[in-house]
């Protein structure tokens, strides 16, 4: 059993590159971000607040949360487009902070993972997850790349934002992640960083794909 992780801030290229990597050797990918996601999905559906722990920690326990093909399930149904909207990054973020919501999602991450060869993606893999991963890697890039490439992602579903406000909204949320208390995002011990803002994609496969060569054959 082999463990890729893969953590970054929104827009580092992160779910691009983990989906190429993951197909190319064969591994299973783990979107970690679609589950924090999909938790925020359910709770707007049953108008429960990001901020209220005891009544999301409740909700967890009657949640069904699954991967098949590379969809997200949400009791069964398939959500993968439902969880891409602008509400659902921040809401997202914010039920991310919870201490609940975070043992949980671990719990699922690591049952999911058992057994098998995985890229798992996110924000806290490499630190808190799979600390003991085979390879880690920390993927960034500069605001304004990362709004770029966010902005492009929305306009492809006929979202059109200007890219102050998009600047914008990256900011807060990297403030968000980085800051909370629980597992916050920050560069893992002992990981490969690369900054993607004058790659293409391709070339930072072929990085990856190198030092993964080079770590574990
Ligand atoms: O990667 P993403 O944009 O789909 O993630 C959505 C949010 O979920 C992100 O703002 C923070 C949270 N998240 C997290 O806290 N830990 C993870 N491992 C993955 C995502």
Redesign the pocket.
Same mark, same amino acid.
């Given at each position: 059993m082999a463990v890729i992780t893969i &953590?970054g801030p !929104?827009?580092a290229g992160? *779910?691009t590159i983990a989906k190429e990597l993951a197909k190319s050797l064969g591994f299973t990918y783990l &979107?970690?971000? !679609? %589950?924090?996601?999909a938790v !925020?999905l359910a709770a707007k559906r049953r108008g429960i607040s990001a901020d209220d722990e005891a009544a999301l920690d409740a909700m967890l326990e009657g949640i069904r949360l699954g991967f098949e093909d590379g969809r997200i399930l949400l009791d069964g149904e398939d959500v993968s487009g439902q #969880?891409?909207t602008r509400q #659902?990054?921040?809401m *997202?973020?914010d039920? *991310?902070?919870h201490p609940v919501v975070?043992r949980h999602?671990t719990r699922l991450?690591r049952a999911l993972a058992q057994g098998g060869n995985i890229v798992?993606?996110?924000? &806290? %893999?490499g630190t808190v997850?799979f600390p003991n991963a085979d390879v880690k890697f920390y993927l960034t890039a500069s605001p304004e790349v990362r709004a770029k490439r966010r902005q492009e992602q929305l306009a492809l579903t006929g979202v059109n934002v200007p890219f102050d406000k998009i600047l914008e909204e990256i900011k807060a949320?990297d403030r968000? &992640?980085s800051s909370?208390k629980e597992?916050p995002?920050k560069r893992p011990e002992k990981s490969i960083k690369i900054d993607t803002s004058d790659l293409t994609i391709e070339e930072v496969f072929g990085m990856l794909l190198t030092q993964i060569k080079n770590l574990i054959g």
């Open positions: &953590d !929104a827009g992160k *779910s &979107d970690t971000g !679609a %589950m924090y996601r !925020a #969880i891409r #659902i990054d921040f *997202s973020s039920v *991310s902070r975070r999602l991450q798992a993606e996110g924000r &806290d %893999m997850v949320r968000a &992640d909370r597992a995002l």
